[in-house]
């Protein structure tokens, strides 16, 4: 094929024009994107700060020594103060005599979370916590909750379980500024998740827009120390890839900060998944007895993992009969290494009494 040598330079030209051309727009997109990035979220370049100082050391992990305090885990290398712990313990049965269970949820959208040591995000949160505090009430009972919603969006709260559909928390949009009151008989006992279902759902769960409910049956279970344990997952950069996963909405705080038991004690643990992934709790050195959704009074079997999809929850029962660190975690790999891991520190049974007080629980207004 002949090519007329004249159009070479007019090639040439054109190709660099073009390529020009396409560095400018690419750099500006990238510019924007960057600034926009930036300006949304700061807690990002945190996380990449912390990823790049951290070294990752799984193989090393090594659960706390006598007389010592210090873990090694694999990302981030900081440790979360005490006082920033979220309080695994829900609040207790309520009293049979009390037929009214009264709770007040604030809204705000202002909230800087410490999703992980040392790195923040800006978050939405019921009450200012991530998640929101555990709501309890008792199978037949009215469950009354006001909701004030002091952010600029509108939003609302879906409840799982059976109610009327105008307290459904789908069509009554609360605006900025406004309040509702959700009302309906609590049935049936179980454990179940309530989050906003504001329009996009997916952004307002992500921001930290949910929490734990429990609905005891009639007649109160046997009694046992109790854990109400939430997993979620965060995606700072919003890439579509978790870029944290954590129990109570802080990676590793129960691996810095370990949950204390007693040889013999026994443990009600009320786990729920409100991340759009399985997840695989799992405990170690022991097996537990499974009642899925908390909607029966008998275990329906025993072991020591299960799977758990989106909004899915279950109660785990169990206890140590040997003192020592036992590990919990997902055991989806991933989910551990990048948070959702905690110890139990199993003491004698003479130590129980030097334990000290727990944090206090996240408040979730009268609860009455």
């Known amino acids: 094929m002949r090519i007329n040598k004249d159009s070479k330079p007019v090639l040439g030209r054109q190709l660099l024009w073009k390529g020009i051309l396409g560095l400018g727009v690419l750099t500006a997109v990238v510019a924007v994107a960057l600034f926009r990035w930036g300006g949304a979220h700061a807690g990002v370049r945190a996380a990449l700060e912390v990823a790049q100082d951290a070294e990752h050391r799984f193989g090393h992990h090594r659960p706390p020594t006598k007389g010592s305090e210090t873990y090694q885990y694999a990302y981030p290398a900081r440790r979360l103060p005490a006082e920033a712990v979220y309080d695994p313990t829900p609040p207790p049965p309520p009293p049979r005599d009390r037929r009214v269970h009264e709770y007040e949820l604030v809204i705000t959208e202002d909230v800087v979370h410490e999703v992980a040591p040392g790195v923040h995000m800006p978050a939405w949160a019921f009450n200012g916590t991530v998640p929101g505090p555990v709501l309890r009430g008792r199978e037949g009972d009215l469950m009354r909750i006001k909701l004030i919603n002091r952010g600029k969006l ?31 008989v609590a049935r049936p006992y179980g454990v179940f998740p309530y989050h906003c279902h504001s329009m996009p759902t997916n952004q307002h769960i992500h921001n930290g827009l949910y929490g734990m409910m429990i609905i005891d049956p009639r007649e109160d279970r046997p009694p046992m120390r109790e854990l109400a344990m939430v997993m979620s997952a965060f995606d700072l950069d919003r890439d579509g890839e978790a870029d944290f996963y954590a129990w109570n909405g802080k990676a590793f705080q129960y691996a810095d900060h370990p949950i204390e038991l007693t040889v013999g004690e026994k443990v009600r643990m009320y786990v729920m998944n409100i991340f759009e992934e399985p997840m695989a709790p799992h405990i170690h050195g022991n097996m537990f007895h499974l009642i899925r959704s908390g909607t029966s009074l008998k275990p329906q ?34 989910h551990m290494e990048l948070g959702l891991m905690g110890w139990f520190q199993v003491k004698p049974k003479a130590d129980r009494a030097a334990q000290p007080a727990s944090h206090a629980h996240p408040a979730a207004g009268a609860g009455n």
Do not use: K
Request: proline residues 9%.
């Open 154 to 184: 509108p939003h609302t709260i879906h409840f799982h379980g059976i109610h009327p559909a105008e307290m459904d928390g789908v069509f009554e949009l609360v605006p900025p500024g406004g309040e509702f009151t959700y009302e309906f």
């Open 301 to 334: 079997e025993l072991t020591d993992v299960l799977t758990l999809g989106i909004a899915e929850r279950a109660i785990l029962e169990f206890q140590y009969d040997s003192p020592g660190p036992y590990m919990f975690q997902c055991h989806l790999t991933e």
